[in-house]
């Protein structure tokens, strides 16, 4: 019984993305049908607002960059805390458990934190040099 459940969350869930493939495809030759049509008939329509296009960021690298070096420094601060007032603890225990979650999720935000200030202060820049 447990394998037919199995089978059929795997089947649907294939189903679901699959569809969602082919309503991407639909979705883009409507906007690519739209924008052929006359400027003055469709009502100068913003086309990406209506069809998901996703405008670039261009200090996601920053953003992630700081993201993942903060994960990896809150995991590393935990390794040697961890190590240092818990030697003999294994490290799948709950106290433990705690720790690396938590100083991973700290320094992953404070990362985010730094990355929100550093793209305020280039996006000053930006606006002061046009």
Known sequence: MEAAIICAIVFYFVYRVLESLIHRKERLIVAQKLETLDPQKNGQMDLNKWFGAVATNKYAPLRWGLLLSGAALGIVLAFFIHQGLYPDMKWYSTGTEMLYFGLTFLFAGIGLLI????????????????
């Open 115 to 130: 990355s929100f200030v550093l793209e305020r202060k280039y996006a000053a820049e930006d606006r002061k040099k046009e």
